[in-house]
């Protein structure tokens, strides 16, 4: 999943950028891309599944649904 902001520079995707990408399929992130130059930037404070990102209409914000890391074998999305 991905949103764009709204003045149309940055990308907002959920991702894994992790060597080790294979073995974490639980595990994903929220960053911002640069569309310009590439450029990545993580937006979730910890580890955790995080998805479906929506930039808010003003580009100051972003929704989110996911859940932290947990050992739990179940977890049920909660929105941000």
């Known amino acids: 999943d991905y949103s ?10 959920e991702g894994v950028l992790d060597s080790a990408y294979d073995a974490n399929y639980r595990s994903s992130n929220l960053y911002a891309v640069d569309v310009a130059t590439g450029g990545t930037r993580l937006l979730t404070p910890r580890r955790g599944s995080w998805s479906a990102p929506e930039v808010s209409p003003d580009g100051r914000t972003v929704a989110f649904v996911g859940f932290p890391d947990t050992r ?7 929105a941000y």
């Open 72 to 78: 739990a074998s179940y977890q049920a999305e909660v």
């Open 4 to 13: 764009w902001a709204p003045d149309g520079r940055t990308i907002v995707t």
